[in-house]
């Protein structure tokens, strides 16, 4: 029997935060386009209003999408590198 405990990854906690943090920004982002996008059809018009909520929810809906890509990419350039190593090790 090989008792020995296979090598864990290097980075689970990161590679979670990363995968959580990405998905949450990118559902976020989609509500605050959708509300963008809604919002003109039920009578609301935000290009007039001097709420913060309607520039908080344009910066969501420009932004959000990107920087969950940029997420992503390195969710998987560390679980790339990760598997390199553990397959350098074998």
Do not use: C
């Not at 864990?8 to 989609?30: C, D, M, N, Q, W």
């Not at 209003?49 to 929810?57: C, D, E, K, R």
């Amino acid at each position: 029997m090989n008792t020995e405990a296979k090598a864990e990854p290097a980075y689970p906690l990161v590679e979670r935060i990363l995968a959580y943090l990405a998905t949450g920004i990118a559902i976020l982002a989609f509500i605050g386009l959708l509300t963008v996008l809604l919002a003109p059809l039920f009578g609301v018009d935000y290009a007039t209003s001097h709420l913060w909520v309607w520039n908080a929810s344009m910066f969501v809906a420009y932004w959000g999408f990107p920087v969950a890509l940029i997420l992503v990419v390195a969710l998987l350039l560390i679980r790339v590198i990760s598997n390199r190593r553990a397959g350098r090790e074998q």
